[in-house]
C-alpha cells in the first residue's frame, strides 16, 4: 500500500458528505449566535452589557425619572391590582376583545394611545400604539428617492416624540407566517446595514431587526428603528419603536404582557371606541350630516371589533358618501336629474359634516377624500391630471364595496348574485 | 465618557458583530464538518460549533483575517472536543437549534462499514496528535504547514509527522490485511 493508495483510503473514510453540511442553512441560525454572544457572562470584545451598564447621558434626570417611574409603578400596581377585573363586559364584547392577541406593553408610565383593528380574509389584523408623556399627534410625511438607490423621509416629528411611541401590529399567521416575516425583513433594504438577533419574549423568543431603518436620512449611533416579530397563538406580532439603544428596546419587549380581556379593554383609553359603544358613537358623529333615505344606522356595518374614534368616523362618513354616490350614479344611469342634484347638493354638504371639519384642521391633514369627490360631482367625472376618469370607480376607493354598498354596476351585479358583500379587501 | 466615545463604542460593536456573523457565516459549515467528523452524537457536534463560536466572540481581536481565521476555529474546535463532556453539555441557544437542525436534515451519519470501517479503525490505533494531523490533511484539505498552525506546531514537524503517521498507518492497515488473510 503506497502513500497515494494511503491517501484515497483515508479520504473514502471520511464519514461526512460535504454536500450535508452545505445544505444546511446556517444564515437562518445567524441570530441565535448573536443572542448566545450577547448573554454570553464571559467578557466580549464590545460588550453589549457593558454598554447597558453605561450611566445616562442626563444622569440627575434620568435617576429622577427612575424614582418617578417606580412610583408611578407602584400607584399602577397597588390602585388598579384589585379591581383590575372587577369591571363587567358583556360576554359579547369579552368576545371581541378576544379576537385581538390581548397583549399590553406594561412599562412605567406607558398607556395605549390608539387601537386600530380591521376585519381581513384570515382573522383580524391590528396595530395598537403605546405611548408615554404628551399625547403624540398623527403626522404625515413625505419621501425622495426610490427602492433602489435609497430614500429620504422629511415630516417625521423630532427624535423625542418618536421615541416615546411603539407600534404593536398582529395580522394572522395564515396571512403571512414567521418564516415569511423573518425573511421580509432580511430582504428589506437597510439603509444602515443589516443585524439582526434574538430576544426574548413573553415565553418566546423575537427575531429582532435591530436596524430596520429604510431611509437614508434616518438612523445613527442612537436614532435607531428595531422591529422584532415572533408568533402569539393564531398571530404574527410585529413590536416596533424607535430607541437610543438596542438595551432599550430590550426593555420595551420585556414590558410586553400577556393579558386578560377585562384588563385589555380596561386598559383602552376613553378615545377608542370598543365594540358595544359603537352605535352610540356612530350616531354621535351623525349630528350635523345630511342622510340619503337609504340610509339607516345598521348600514354602518359594526364587525365587534375595538377601534380609534377615526376609524369609527372613517366608517361612519364613507358610508354615508357611499350611499349618495350610490344614489347619484343611479341617477345619472336613469336620468333622475333631481336625485343626482340631490345627491351633489348633500355631498357638496360635507364641507360642514364636523367630524371632516374636525379631521381637516389636524396637523398636516390632507383634504378628506369626500370633499374631492364632492368636488368633482358637477363635471361627471374625475380630473386625473387632466385625463378624465369614472368618478365612481374612483369614489370606490372610500370602501364602499367593503361597506357592503358597491358603486359600480358590476361590482353591484356581484354582490346580488352572491347574496352578501364581496369579502373585504 | 463623551458622545464621541459612545458613538465610537457602539460603532466599534456593530463593527465587531457584523466581522463576528461575517465568520460565522463564512466558517461556521467548515466547523461543523470538523466537529461531525470526530464525534459519535451530532448534537455534540452542534455544542462544539456553538461554544467555538463563543470563544471567537470573546476573542474577537485575536482571530486572524482572512484564511487564517478557520485555522484559529479548528485550534479552538479541537480544544473544545477535547473538554466536551455530554454530563456537562452546555446548550446555547445556537447548539438547541443546529442539534435540532441536525436531527431533522442531516441523515448521512451512519456507521461506516468495509474498507472505510478498517481504515477508521486503523486510524483509532494512533496517536492523537498524529490521527489529528492526518485528518486534518485528509478530510479538511489543509496543507501540511496549515495543519501545523492549528496544532500549534512548526511546519518542519507537521511534514516529518505526518510522513510518520501515513507509514505507521499503512503498517497498521497491513498487518489487518495479513490478519484478515490468516
Known amino acids: ?425 | 465618557m463623551g458622545p464621541g466615545q459612545v458613538e465610537m463604542e457602539a460603532l466599534g460593536q456593530e463593527m465587531a458583530q457584523a466581522r463576528f456573523a461575517r465568520l460565522y457565516r463564512e466558517e461556521g459549515r467548515a466547523i461543523l464538518a470538523y466537529a461531525l467528523r470526530r464525534v459519535d452524537d451530532p448534537e455534540d457536534a452542534a455544542d462544539v460549533v456553538a461554544e467555538t463560536f463563543l470563544v471567537a466572540w470573546r476573542r474577537l481581536g485575536e482571530v486572524p483575517l482572512g484564511g487564517g481565521a478557520r485555522l484559529w476555529l479548528y485550534g479552538v474546535a479541537r480544544l473544545t472536543l477535547a473538554n466536551l463532556h455530554r454530563a456537562e453539555r452546555r446548550r446555547t441557544r445556537l447548539g438547541r437549534r443546529l442539534a435540532e437542525t441536525l436531527r431533522t436534515e442531516l441523515s448521512t451519519h451512519a456507521a461506516p462499514a468495509g474498507e472505510a470501517a478498517e481504515v477508521l479503525r486503523a486510524i483509532g490505533e494512533l496517536g492523537e496528535d498524529d490521527r489529528e494531523l492526518l485528518l486534518l490533511v485528509s478530510w479538511e484539505g489543509l496543507a501540511p504547514s496549515e495543519a501545523a498552525r492549528v496544532l500549534g506546531i512548526s511546519a518542519l514537524a507537521a511534514r516529518s509527522r505526518l510522513h510518520r503517521a501515513r507509514r505507521r498507518l499503512r503498517h497498521l492497515m497491513e498487518e489487518r490485511e495479513m490478519e484478515g488473510l490468516g
Not at chain 1, 411611541?165 to 395580522?171: N, Y
Not at chain 1, 415565553?203 to 438612523?219: H, K, M, P, Q, W
Not at chain 1, 384588563?263 to 351623525?286: I, N, Q, S
Not at chain 1, 340610509?295 to 366608517?315: C, D, M, W, Y
Open chain 1, 1 to 425: 500500500m503506497n502513500a497515494r493508495e494511503i491517501e484515497r483510503a483515508l479520504a473514502a473514510a471520511d464519514p461526512l458528505g460535504r454536500e450535508a453540511v452545505e445544505r444546511l442553512d446556517f444564515e437562518a441560525m445567524e441570530g441565535d449566535l448573536l443572542a448566545d454572544a450577547e448573554d454570553d457572562p464571559a467578557a466580549a470584545p464590545y460588550d453589549p452589557r457593558r454598554a447597558r451598564r453605561r450611566p445616562p447621558r442626563l444622569v440627575l434626570a434620568g435617576a429622577a425619572l427612575t424614582v418617578a417611574a417606580a412610583i408611578a409603578a407602584a400607584v399602577v400596581l397597588v390602585g388598579t391590582g384589585s379591581d383590575r377585573s372587577s369591571r363587567a363586559y358583556g360576554a359579547e364584547l369579552i368576545r371581541f376583545a378576544e379576537s385581538t392577541p390581548l397583549l399590553l406593553l406594561e412599562g412605567p408610565g406607558w398607556r395605549v394611545q390608539n387601537v386600530y383593528e380591521t376585519k381581513t380574509r384570515e382573522g383580524t389584523s391590528g396595530q395598537m400604539e403605546f405611548v408615554t408623556g404628551k399625547p403624540i399627534p398623527y403626522w404625515s410625511t413625505r419621501s425622495t428617492g426610490n427602492i433602489e438607490e435609497g430614500q429620504r423621509i422629511y415630516g417625521l416629528p423630532p427624535l423625542s416624540v418618536l421615541e416615546r411611541r411603539v407600534e404593536l401590529r398582529w395580522r394572522s399567521l395564515q396571512e403571512e407566517s414567521l418564516a415569511d416575516a423573518i425573511l421580509n425583513r432580511r430582504g428589506y433594504l437597510h439603509a444602515h446595514g443589516r443585524h439582526f438577533i434574538r430576544l426574548p419574549v413573553l415565553d418566546t423568543t423575537a427575531f429582532v431587526d435591530t436596524r430596520s431603518e429604510i431611509y437614508l436620512n434616518r438612523g445613527g449611533p442612537h436614532e435607531r428603528e428595531v422591529a422584532a416579530v415572533w408568533a402569539e397563538g393564531g398571530d404574527l406580532i410585529e413590536l416596533q419603536g424607535w430607541v437610543p439603544s438596542l438595551e432599550a428596546f430590550e426593555e420595551r419587549l420585556g414590558w410586553v404582557t400577556k393579558v386578560d380581556s377585562s384588563t385589555w379593554l380596561d386598559a383602552m383609553p376613553a378615545k377608542v371606541v370598543k365594540a358595544a359603544d359603537f352605535e352610540g358613537t356612530a350616531r354621535e358623529m351623525l349630528q350635523g350630516v345630511t342622510v340619503p333615505k337609504t340610509f339607516s344606522i345598521s348600514r354602518i356595518p359594526n364587525e365587534g371589533l375595538t377601534t380609534s374614534r377615526e376609524q369609527v368616523a372613517g366608517k361612519v362618513m364613507n358610508t354615508v358618501a357611499c350611499l349618495w354616490m350610490r344614489q347619484w350614479g343611479d341617477a345619472m344611469r336613469t336620468g333622475d336629474a333631481a336625485a343626482q342634484a340631490e345627491a351633489e347638493r348633500a355631498m357638496a354638504g360635507s364641507r360642514h359634516w364636523p367630524v371632516l371639519v374636525r379631521e381637516s384642521k389636524e396637523p398636516r391633514a390632507a383634504v378628506p377624500e369626500i370633499w374631492q369627490i364632492a368636488d368633482e360631482m358637477p363635471q361627471g367625472y374625475w380630473d386625473f391630471r387632466g385625463h378624465h376618469r369614472d368618478l365612481l370607480a374612483h369614489a370606490e376607493g372610500l370602501g364602499c364595496a367593503r361597506l357592503g354598498l358597491p358603486l359600480k354596476p358590476e361590482k353591484q351585479r356581484r354582490q346580488r348574485e352572491h347574496g352578501v358583500p364581496p369579502p373585504p379587501d
